[in-house]
């Protein structure tokens, strides 16, 4: 036996048969034709020629904008949806960069931030445009929201532990 042949017989034994019949009949290991004919997707980008262009118009043309300090009072998601939406404009950027930036899959902020939202802020994607926006969230408390909650609460039945779960003292322990 060559050393050819030696190959192709262990490719064979440790390869994956793609649909072929087993000795009992079915269908061995497959995996999808789809799959099979699918290639990896490739990132779409300027040529070097256009960025260089960017970079060069930015650095001559005129100075970058002074950018306003925000402070807004939002009450619920369309109004923070909003604030997004215009500091995007203020800043003059794409929603394409704001996915660059935010490290967003592409298309990403537009599904976030688009008038027919697809997609919601979320774990994971909050902070990052947060970051990306140049936002920080500041929670302030609601003194008259907070006294008409007040006067509608049912009060706790049991009392509010005082001390944390994971204190544990030098005589609980010796006591043991």
Known sequence: MSDIEALDAVALQTGIRVNERTHRGKLGWSISPNIERASAPRER???AAVQQKAVAAVAV???ARRLTAVAKIIADYPELV???RERLDEMGMTRQELDHQA???DRYAGKIL????VRA???R???PVLGALGFRLLLIDDTAQT???MARRQPRERPVRQTPACAVSAASIAGD
């Open 147 to 149: 006294a008409k909650i």
């Open 82 to 84: 909003e604030a997004f």
């Open 61 to 63: 043309g005129q100075p």
């Open 125 to 127: 994607s909050l902070g």
């Open 45 to 47: 980008g300027k040529p």
């Open 114 to 117: 688009g008038r027919g939202r």
């Open 121 to 123: 802020l979320g774990l």
């Open 103 to 105: 490290g967003l899959p």
